[in-house]
């Protein structure tokens, strides 16, 4: 049975969780022991468990290699806890789960997780500002609106561009955008990318879009030092400057001298303590309680690198200011401290690496309710942070860019041609029905013909045009859409109909022609001798 890939979505982490106990329980060698002098068939012993659920989870691309046998004997406390394991005499749920030879078995059922109901969030459409946008407080809802009724110049007036014929245009200036349409366009937009990015059809349930401050993205996008590090605006929320200090100290060891620290033998041990001590009382986790759904959804990425990287800029944009730089001054010394060679040992019997995942993942992600597999969740993201911290903590320049560009059209002044400033207020769209594909290709080939032929029915017998005109306009007409053209005229003949020539009348003969008609030319007489 393969360890199925849970992909990024809502209630990630329950989805994990029954997805675990179904393997474990489905791939877990069962066999016969002994104990006190009493054979129990079909069990195991906890050192067992621990040997397989270990390699279990290091082999899953849910989890990854960097799971501890620590860690593994933390999640089988819990799943003694939760009842997915019992011990051989029935005992469950108060007993303490140890790396042992004591023993263990499956019970008859093992109840899944139920995925928890939360309320739904209100939905908070963030509507991008418009030309015609009303001021506060002059909203048109109840006002009654005459019905849009398109007849043949209105029709002609919009189609001018299309037959050939350029009206005259004016610039309409538009009322200038205000700090809180900015913040609008930069929340709606980060959003936008983010559900796109994570492929959700709605965040609505793997984030409350009340809690995202649009203020917090700007800052995080403009106020930035030269090596990208945040800046704070209000001082008292920095990093204390003794934590500063220890930090620098560590991320460029063994440089520390140059800050003048006393020197003795485990020193860098007790800076690494004071620092962690730190991180370890804060209040909240710097990737704060209410992303957390979000943050665990985009693990969900990690096979497709480049889209799990870019979906980690857009939830970091979202972060208050102080929180992403902590982070970033937090994820820098980390890394420093992983890639030095000369970095003393800070604590015996671990890695550099796997102490630092082990230190400060429950301080970057945490989940403010008991989740079962925070601690897994949690080292599986500090892991994946510190490979690829540098690019993750960047401003997504797509991003930028877009918002940007928006911004700045809707600044710039509209072109507006007449007809195209009526004041008009269309119905609100109301929900699809689907229909046949016989009657889709009908409408796709008729829906915008009738119209046109209407539109040139009434070109036909409009009384009030010249005939010089009127055939300006079906030439014009004819050279833009033949097909409907076509068809009201299939041969010269039916066209020559419409302008029928007039008779020529014959021409007068000379009237001094006519007076004298049929006279035999008479000879004079020569005036000549």
């Not at 969030?121 to 963030?126: G, L, M, R, T, V």
């Not at 959003?191 to 349930?205: A, F, I, N, P, R």
């Amino acid at each position: 049975m393969e360890h199925r890939i849970v992909g990024p979505g809502p209630y990630r982490a329950t989805k994990l969780w029954n997805e675990t106990v179904e393997h474990f329980r489905h791939t877990m060698p069962l066999r016969k022991h002994r104990c006190r002098f009493k054979s129990y068939d079909h069990c195991f012993t906890a050192t067992e468990a621990v040997d397989w659920l270990h390699e279990l989870l290091r082999c899953s691309q849910n989890f990854g290699p960097e799971v501890t046998r620590k860690q593994t004997v933390q999640l089988l406390k819990k799943f003694l806890k939760n009842h997915v394991i019992e011990d051989v005499k029935g005992k469950w749920g108060q007993e303490d789960f140890e790396d042992s030879r004591h023993l263990y078995r499956f019970p008859p059922s093992s109840p899944l997780k139920p995925y928890p109901k939360k309320l739904p969030y209100q939905k908070d459409i963030i509507k991008f500002p418009k030309w015609n946008d009303p001021l506060p407080g002059t909203s048109q809802e109840n006002i009654p609106v005459r019905p849009l009724v398109m007849n043949s110049e209105m029709w002609y007036k919009r189609h001018s561009i299309a037959i050939g014929e350029v009206p005259a245009c004016r610039l309409v200036h538009r009322r200038q955008l205000t700090e809180a349409n900015v913040e609008e366009i930069w929340k709606s937009m980060t959003l936008s990318y983010l559900q796109k990015t994570l492929g959700l059809d709605s965040l609505e349930e793997v984030l409350d879009v009340k809690h995202v401050n649009s203020r917090f993205i700007i800052h995080n996008v403009y106020s930035v030092s030269k090596q990208g590090v945040v800046i704070l605006d209000d001082k008292s929320k920095e990093l204390p400057h003794w934590v500063l200090s220890a930090m620098k100290c560590l991320a460029n060891w063994p440089n520390c001298s140059d800050l003048k620290q006393p020197m003795y033998l485990g020193f860098e041990k007790d800076v690494f303590k004071t620092i962690a001590d730190y991180y370890g009382h804060l209040k909240e986790p710097l990737l704060t309680f209410h992303l957390y759904d979000a943050f665990v959804s985009v693990l969900g990425l990690l096979q497709k690198e480049t889209v799990a990287i870019e979906a980690f800029q857009l939830c970091c944009l979202l972060l208050p200011p102080e929180n992403r730089r902590k982070l970033q001054l937090l994820m820098r010394m980390m890394t420093r401290i992983c890639l030095n060679t000369e970095m003393p040992p800070l604590c015996d019997g671990f890695g550099a690496r796997t102490l630092m995942v082990q230190t400060f993942s429950r301080c970057i992600l945490c989940s403010k309710d008991e989740v079962d597999l925070d601690e897994l969740l949690a080292a599986r993201l500090v892991t994946f942070l510190m490979d690829n911290y540098q690019e993750i903590l960047k401003v997504p320049l797509a991003l930028q860019t877009s918002i940007e560009e928006r911004v700045a059209h809707l600044r710039r002044v509209q072109i507006k041609y007449p007809g195209a400033d009526m004041d008009i207020t269309l119905s609100a769209p109301s929900f699809c029905c689907q229909i046949s594909p016989e009657e889709f290709e009908y409408q796709r080939a008729y829906g915008s013909q009738e119209p046109l032929a209407s539109l040139l029915e009434e070109v036909i017998t409009d009384a009030k045009l010249s005939t010089k005109e009127k055939k300006k306009k079906l030439k014009q007409f004819q050279k833009s859409y033949p097909e409907v053209y076509r068809e009201r005229f299939p041969t010269p003949e039916s066209e020559a109909l419409l302008f029928p020539e007039k008779s020529k009348p014959k021409p007068q003969l000379l009237t001094w022609a006519l007076k004298n008609p049929f006279q035999p030319f008479q000879r004079t007489r020569s005036f000549r001798m």
